[in-house]
């Protein structure tokens, strides 16, 4: 059974940095492409950051381009989101998911794992 667990989101003044992490339970993580989407309240679930199985490849949305970097460590079946220079804008629940092909990598609709999600809020 496949399990993803989000952590490390919390409360943040702008300009500042977290680091997420997520922990993948299940054989087919060392082969699973892996992202991270992010939903404000009254908004609809965004795409943040992929990588690729391998970590050859990564994908950003334009709005974190430059200050969020994605990373994984296959040995211990994480992925992690170094979000830095953080703005009030980027406050919303982080969720990291897995599953898809790499060209639909920025479709939620096309990701068959996904974790519980974690909370991150910037203040101005």
């Known amino acids: 059974q496949v399990q993803l667990v989000e952590s490390g989101g919390g409360l943040v003044q702008a300009g500042g940095s977290l680091r997420l992490s997520c922990a993948f339970s299940?054989?087919?993580?060392?082969?699973?492409?892996t992202g991270w989407f992010r939903q404000a309240p009254g908004k609809e679930r965004e795409f943040v950051a992929a990588i690729s199985w391998s970590g050859s490849s990564t994908d950003y949305a334009d709005s974190v381009k430059g200050r969020f970097t994605i990373s994984r460590d296959n040995a211990r079946s994480a992925v992690y989101l170094q979000m830095n220079s953080l703005k009030p804008e980027d406050t919303a629940v982080y969720s990291c998911?897995?599953?898809?092909?790499?060209?639909?990598?920025?479709?939620?609709?096309?990701?068959?794992?996904w974790g519980q999600g974690t909370q991150v809020t910037v203040s101005s």
């Open positions: 299940g054989r087919t993580f060392s082969t699973s492409h």
């Open positions: 998911g897995a599953g898809p092909r790499w060209t639909m990598i920025q479709r939620s609709q096309d990701y068959d794992y």
